[in-house]
C-alpha cells in the first residue's frame, strides 16, 4: 500500500511561487505502472486536477494552469514536487498528492492533504 505525504508553507504572498513536496512510502516513484499527480480543491469549489509526472520523469498539465506549474521529481528521495508560480489569493485551496495505476482512471492512494493560503 502506498502512502503519501505533503509538505511544504502553509502561507504564500501573492506574486510568489508555491512549492509543495509529496513524500511516497511503500511503492517507488519509477514503478512502470504509476502515475503520480497533484490535485487541489479551492474552498467551496470541487477538486482541480493540476497535473501528473509518470516513471519516466514525463509531464502533462491542466492547460489552463500549465503557464505556471511544474511537476519534478527526485527520485533519491522517493518525492515529487509541485512549482506554482505568480500565486493569487484564487489559489487558496487545500492540495494533495495522488497515485493512479496504468490502465486505472481514479486515483487509488492520496496524501491527507495541505492547506496553502494564499495572502499578503
Known amino acids: 500500500q502506498v502512502q503519501l505525504q505533503e509538505s511544504g508553507p502553509g502561507l504564500v504572498k501573492p506574486s510568489q511561487t508555491l512549492s509543495l513536496t509529496c513524500t511516497g512510502s511503500?511503492?517507488?516513484?519509477?514503478?512502470?505502472?504509476?502515475?503520480w499527480s497533484w490535485i487541489r480543491q479551492p474552498p467551496g469549489k470541487g477538486l482541480e486536477w493540476m497535473g501528473v509526472?509518470?516513471?519516466?520523469?514525463?509531464?502533462y498539465y491542466n492547460p489552463v494552469l500549465e503557464s505556471r506549474t511544474s511537476i519534478s521529481r527526485d527520485t533519491s528521495r522517493n518525492q515529487f514536487t509541485l512549482q506554482l508560480s505568480s500565486v493569487t489569493p484564487e489559489d487558496t485551496a487545500v492540495y494533495y498528492c495522488?497515485?493512479?495505476?496504468?490502465?486505472?482512471?481514479?486515483?487509488?492512494?492520496w496524501g491527507q492533504g495541505t492547506q496553502v493560503t494564499v495572502s499578503s
Open positions: 495522488a497515485k493512479k495505476v496504468l490502465g486505472d482512471w481514479w486515483y487509488d492512494s
Open positions: 511503500g511503492g517507488s516513484i519509477t514503478n512502470n505502472y504509476y502515475f
Open positions: 509526472i509518470n516513471y519516466s520523469g514525463s509531464t
